[in-house]
């Protein structure tokens, strides 16, 4: 089955989406292909896939894809494995791929494979190698081949972001990222933690809530080009100001602000509120008389039941940081800068 990766996308955002078998993502825009990955992920993940990821440096590599298929973990459902490079598979392997193909189809295993590629002309679709992933698979074509349909998918994130745009405000995003997918999704992106932040963090469903934006929104919100530094989210975040706190993280990952002093400044605010907030003396602590009115500021916006997770918060940062676990720093860093903030984008259990 061949499908455009906006008919194939929305499907899979479903709940009930089938990923067994065979796919070949094709196409020459990467983010594309990631977000395909990201929407498989989840399936897998909650049908307790084993994922890996295989680099094939030649044909001979497809051995190892179907050893991997073979060898099923005890504690592991199925195998996930994602597949990246050209080299195409001999006659002997597109035979297993399309006996594996046959056998998810009639519900005999629920192994996936995601294949990677380039883009792939007519020729290369005639091919023997493709009939498998074509007859018994999911092809689906990563590519974008007009404004309409790159309106369309973005569209798309902008429901999952919660977010409902008018026709102003779509030609004023388009026109400010100058019509690039990467730059208008993170503008969507930083959009739904200034409206819509119960569900900025992406659910992996379309939600049918959504917070209608005009172009008088959008104008206010897109962050300007003016430089901030540690110390402007620092003020920022005392004084309560989450709409600045986003624009100043934008900006700070945006020319590359080292995220260990980004965390090392949220911390450090952390520590003097939590310190202040168990009846410890401001000057003792070390904190400028200019600023400990912005302190007790932050104090006020805080409970007991607020702070708790605080250092729970942080530790995560510094693994993600260190890449101890997946999910991205900057989005953790973000999120423990709003709760400083005041803005709590999850209700704490």
Request: charged share 20%.
């Amino acid at each position: 089955m061949q499908a455009s990766f906006i008919q194939a996308y929305p499907k899979l955002l479903q709940a009930t989406a089938s990923v067994a078998g065979l796919w070949l993502a094709h196409g020459d825009e990467p983010l594309l292909q990631q977000w395909l990955i990201d929407a498989l992920i989840v399936h897998w993940r909650q049908q307790n896939y084993a994922i890996k990821r295989i680099e094939l440096v030649s044909a001979k590599t497809w051995q190892e894809v179907l050893s991997e298929l073979g060898s099923q973990s005890l504690f592991d459902d199925a195998s996930a494995l994602i597949v990246t490079g050209n080299h195409k598979p001999d006659k002997g392997v597109i035979a297993e791929l399309e006996r594996f193909a046959v056998d998810a189809q009639a519900g005999s295993h629920s192994h996936s494979v995601l294949w990677l590629t380039p883009k792939q002309d007519k020729r290369a679709q005639s091919s023997k190698w493709f009939v498998p992933f074509q007859q018994y698979g999911h092809v689906i074509d990563c590519n974008l081949f007009d404004e309409r349909q790159r309106q369309q998918l973005l569209q798309v994130q902008a429901e999952r972001f919660g977010l409902r745009l008018s026709k102003d405000a779509w030609q004023l995003l388009m026109s400010h990222t100058e019509h690039h997918l990467l730059s208008a999704y993170q503008t969507l992106w930083r959009l739904s933690y200034l409206f819509a932040p119960q569900i900025a963090t992406l659910n992996d469903q379309q939600t049918s809530t959504s917070v209608a934006l005009d172009i008088d929104d959008l104008q206010a919100a897109l962050v300007s080009d003016a430089h901030f530094s540690v110390f402007d989210l620092s003020d920022a975040m005392l004084a309560g100001n989450s709409a600045q706190v986003v624009k100043i993280m934008t900006q700070l990952k945006a020319t590359d602000e080292p995220t260990t002093l980004v965390l090392w400044a949220i911390s450090k605010d952390m520590r003097l509120v939590l310190a202040l907030m168990d009846g410890q003396d401001p000057q003792r602590l070390g904190i400028w008389r200019s600023k400990q009115g912005l302190y007790q500021q932050a104090c006020r916006r805080q409970s007991k039941d607020d702070i708790h997770h605080w250092s729970d918060l942080l530790y995560r940062c510094d693994q993600a940081i260190k890449g101890l676990i997946q999910q991205p720093a900057w989005e953790l860093l973000l999120q423990a800068a709003l709760e400083l903030s005041g803005h709590r984008l999850f209700t704490a259990s």
